[in-house]
């Protein structure tokens, strides 16, 4: 055996030990620190055998200082120092924020030098303390050795927290110790049931947090957002789509020839293959949409989308195209266009909802190329997402309400009609036919401008945020809530669909009616500390055991890219919003962050309360 292989023994046996000790404590999280990471220039030495190619080399009183951080409170104890040795055995020491955390001889070793690149580990040491959310410093001390010193590679540790990563591990997170427990005890109403349906997902704008909230009797309650309460100047609001699996362009295929003999080209989502005769090219193309992540805002398979073919190479004749695409188990045709040298590339509407999300779709292509070599530059589809519009209203010195009519909403289909918008100003009453969405805004004291506080969508969903606070132009929402009682109880996009909504400006209250009759007021209330949306009355029929009456939606991907990272119940311990529990109560709940998010810095806390008539 080399010198090499030996190394890669070495290596293979540390992380074979290393895999050991997390099989071993399998109900913690094994995390590794390179000490050199921590070092001085002067303390590093080259050692091809060592995890990261360099240990650090120690003497009598000499030692490293590590900081690592914390998410949350933890247990944590050293279950491995990786060393090597080449003289008599040493003696080091480990602390954390001044806790001993265990002390270990090094076994000796006489090499004539060769020792130092043969590394052995400590096994665990006898401490294990637990540590507030937060910084913390580890010392890790020479307290005697030799005249040679002794070389260290890396520290293996054991911490009780599952949702841990090695990025926040190194202060590369910055959390707080955010605290919602100044809540008023009540007692005059019974609990609501809290139901975790939550699962994991890596596309920031998709909402993976789901709350379930039943309560037997309530006919009230608020929905409050605040400002978070970690502290930070950042203002990040633009879309995160990288790690998103987006719909458009769905294909694309770019300079092949057409002619029935040239080969199938195959992707992971769509294949295009060519047939036809001397006359006529078929090109025949078969995709499908499983991959694609549906955002919080639109799921673009659903979308119309725009076939794009552009030409090239003809120079005898013009050069006739014809699309189809299947639907409903037939061909649906669409026009034929006629390309010249001069007009060398169409595009053909394709409408919404033409194509099955899960299983294959097809288009065909037919093309006539005449006696000539015509190449197919581009061939594409892509989404073909219309414009929105919007219908002022109401607006006064205080308050705007503004309807939008979306270009695509994903429940035209059930309800074409969407909802028709009633505003009730004392003088004759407006109404307005084919609203999708009803936005609020409010006056900003410190600029005369507004800033929207509240969103409510046809389908039931709400958005809520603060008024933009001093020096900031406008903030991001956040969470979403939907009001009412939805279709279909399990369903990943709850649908409670609203048909009438009456607006009283001058109360700043809107009363819904639901395609099921159920109904809701609700009415906004702003502050320059929170925005509260007062939900009363509400008469929702279905069984309250089997339906919720909302729905709180948000996204977690990791604690730093969040816009939910913590809940509270009653004002009694946070718990981690992703962490294992299934089903609480309480009549006071908030959703919050502790770390600062990259994602929506600055989108609200949210606090939901059930109310007691007593109380209103």
């Given at each position: 055996?080399?010198?090499?292989?030996?190394?890669?023994?070495?290596?293979?046996l540390?992380?074979?030990?290393?895999?050991?000790?997390?099989?071993?404590n399998a109900?913690?999280?094994?995390?590794?620190?390179?000490v050199?990471?921590?070092?001085?220039?002067?303390?590093?030495?080259?050692r091809s055998?060592?995890?990261?190619?360099?240990?650090v080399?120690?003497?009598?009183?000499?030692h490293v200082q590590?900081?690592?951080?914390?998410?949350?409170?933890?247990?944590?104890?050293?279950?491995?120092?990786?060393y090597?040795?080449?003289?008599?055995?040493d003696?080091i020491?480990a602390?954390?924020?001044?806790?001993?955390?265990?002390?270990?001889?090094t076994?000796?070793?006489?090499?004539?030098?060769?020792g130092?690149?043969?590394?052995?580990?400590?096994?665990?040491m006898?401490?294990?303390?637990r540590?507030?959310?937060?910084?913390?410093?580890i010392?890790?001390?020479?307290?005697?050795?030799?005249?040679?010193?002794?070389?260290?590679?890396?520290i293996?540790?054991?911490?009780?927290?599952?949702?841990?990563?090695?990025?926040?591990?190194q202060?590369?997170?910055?959390?707080f110790?955010?605290?919602?427990?100044d809540?008023?005890?009540?007692?005059?109403?019974?609990?609501?049931?809290?139901v975790?349906?939550?699962?994991?997902?890596?596309?920031?704008?998709?909402?993976?947090?789901?709350?379930?909230?039943?309560?037997?009797t309530a006919?009230?309650?608020?929905?409050?957002?605040?400002?978070?309460?970690?502290?930070?100047?950042?203002?990040?609001?633009?879309?995160?789509?990288?790690?998103?699996?987006?719909?458009?362009?769905?294909?694309?295929?770019h300079?092949?020839?057409?002619?029935?003999?040239?080969?199938?080209?195959?992707?992971?989502?769509?294949?295009?293959s060519?047939?036809?005769s001397l006359?006529?090219?078929?090109?025949?193309?078969?995709?499908?949409?499983?991959?694609?992540?549906?955002?919080?805002?639109?799921?673009?398979r659903y979308?119309?989308?725009?076939?794009?073919v552009r030409?090239r190479?003809?120079?005898?004749?013009?050069?006739?195209?014809?699309?189809e695409?299947?639907?409903?188990?037939?061909w649906?045709?669409?026009?034929?266009?006629?390309?010249?040298?001069f007009?060398?590339?169409?595009?053909?509407?394709?409408?919404?909802?033409?194509w099955?999300i899960?299983?294959?779709?097809?288009?065909?292509v037919?093309?006539?190329?005449?006696?000539?070599?015509?190449i197919?530059?581009t061939?594409?589809?892509e989404?073909?997402?219309?414009?929105?519009?919007t219908?002022?209203?109401?607006?006064d010195?205080?308050?705007?309400?503004?309807?939008?009519?979306l270009?695509?909403?994903?429940?035209?289909?059930?309800?074409?009609?969407?909802?028709?918008?009633?505003?009730?100003?004392?003088?004759v009453?407006?109404?307005?036919a084919?609203?999708?969405?009803?936005?609020?805004?409010?006056?900003?004291?410190?600029t005369?401008?507004?800033?929207?506080?509240?969103?409510?969508?046809q389908?039931g969903?709400?958005?809520?945020?603060?008024?933009?606070?001093?020096?900031?132009?406008?903030?991001?929402?956040?969470?979403?809530?939907?009001?009412?009682q939805p279709?279909?109880?399990?369903?990943?996009?709850?649908?409670?669909?609203i048909?009438?909504?009456?607006?009283?400006?001058?109360?700043r209250q809107?009363?819904?009616?639901?395609e099921?009759?159920?109904?809701?007021?609700?009415?906004?209330?702003?502050?320059?500390?929170?925005?509260?949306?007062?939900?009363?009355?509400?008469?929702?029929k279905?069984?309250?055991k089997?339906f919720?009456?909302?729905?709180?939606q948000?996204?977690?991907?990791?604690?730093?890219?969040?816009?939910t990272?913590?809940?509270?119940?009653?004002?009694?311990i946070?718990?981690?919003?992703?962490?294992?529990?299934?089903?609480l109560?309480?009549?006071?709940?908030v959703f919050?962050?502790?770390c600062?998010?990259?994602?929506?810095?600055q989108?609200?806390?949210?606090?939901?309360?059930f109310?007691?008539?007593s109380?209103?």
């Amino acid at each position: 055996m080399n010198f090499r292989q030996t190394d890669f023994c070495k290596k293979l046996l540390s992380l074979i030990f290393n895999t050991a000790l997390f099989v071993q404590n399998a109900h913690g999280k094994i995390f590794t620190l390179e000490v050199e990471n921590f070092s001085n220039n002067a303390m590093r030495m080259s050692r091809s055998a060592a995890s990261g190619n360099s240990s650090v080399w120690f003497k009598t009183g000499q030692h490293v200082q590590m900081e690592i951080c914390l998410r949350v409170a933890s247990f944590v104890s050293v279950r491995n120092v990786v060393y090597s040795n080449d003289g008599e055995s040493d003696s080091i020491r480990a602390t954390i924020d001044n806790q001993h955390m265990g002390t270990f001889q090094t076994g000796s070793l006489r090499e004539s030098g060769n020792g130092w690149n043969i590394f052995r580990s400590s096994g665990p040491m006898e401490g294990k303390v637990r540590l507030e959310q937060g910084r913390h410093v580890i010392d890790i001390r020479a307290v005697s050795t030799d005249e040679w010193g002794v070389e260290l590679d890396n520290i293996v540790f054991l911490i009780d927290d599952e949702l841990l990563t090695q990025e926040d591990l190194q202060c590369n997170l910055y959390c707080f110790d955010v605290k919602y427990d100044d809540v008023p005890r009540m007692d005059a109403i019974p609990s609501g049931r809290f139901v975790q349906k939550s699962r994991a997902t890596q596309c920031s704008e998709q909402d993976n947090i789901k709350v379930d909230i039943y309560h037997d009797t309530a006919e009230d309650f608020d929905i409050i957002a605040t400002m978070p309460k970690y502290t930070s100047f950042a203002n990040n609001r633009d879309p995160d789509y990288a790690k998103c699996v987006l719909a458009s362009p769905f294909w694309s295929f770019h300079n092949l020839s057409v002619e029935p003999t040239t080969p199938p080209v195959y992707y992971s989502n769509v294949s295009v293959s060519f047939s036809g005769s001397l006359n006529m090219t078929l090109v025949d193309i078969n995709f499908h949409f499983r991959d694609i992540t549906p955002t919080r805002e639109i799921d673009e398979r659903y979308v119309g989308s725009r076939l794009k073919v552009r030409l090239r190479n003809m120079p005898l004749e013009n050069v006739r195209v014809k699309p189809e695409y299947w639907k409903d188990q037939r061909w649906v045709e669409l026009h034929e266009f006629e390309f010249t040298p001069f007009a060398n590339e169409n595009s053909w509407a394709i409408p919404e909802r033409a194509w099955g999300i899960i299983g294959e779709n097809r288009i065909r292509v037919m093309i006539h190329p005449g006696k000539q070599q015509v190449i197919l530059e581009t061939l594409k589809l892509e989404s073909n997402m219309p414009s929105d519009s919007t219908v002022d209203l109401y607006a006064d010195a205080d308050v705007v309400f503004q309807g939008v009519r979306l270009g695509f909403w994903h429940h035209r289909t059930q309800h074409p009609d969407s909802m028709r918008v009633t505003v009730q100003d004392g003088r004759v009453p407006a109404e307005y036919a084919n609203i999708d969405s009803v936005r609020v805004y409010a006056k900003v004291p410190w600029t005369g401008g507004y800033a929207q506080v509240f969103v409510l969508f046809q389908d039931g969903r709400s958005r809520l945020q603060a008024i933009t606070p001093h020096g900031l132009d406008w903030l991001p929402f956040g969470p979403s809530i939907n009001i009412g009682q939805p279709e279909a109880p399990d369903s990943d996009r709850p649908y409670s669909p609203i048909k009438q909504i009456s607006i009283d400006p001058n109360l700043r209250q809107l009363v819904l009616r639901y395609e099921n009759d159920n109904k809701a007021t609700l009415a906004i209330e702003t502050t320059y500390m929170a925005t509260t949306l007062k939900v009363r009355n509400i008469g929702f029929k279905k069984a309250r055991k089997d339906f919720p009456i909302m729905t709180f939606q948000s996204m977690w991907i990791m604690d730093g890219n969040a816009d939910t990272d913590h809940v509270t119940f009653n004002g009694d311990i946070s718990r981690h919003i992703f962490s294992q529990w299934n089903e609480l109560y309480g009549i006071w709940a908030v959703f919050f962050r502790k770390c600062i998010s990259s994602h929506n810095t600055q989108g609200p806390d949210i606090t939901i309360k059930f109310q007691a008539k007593s109380d209103i």
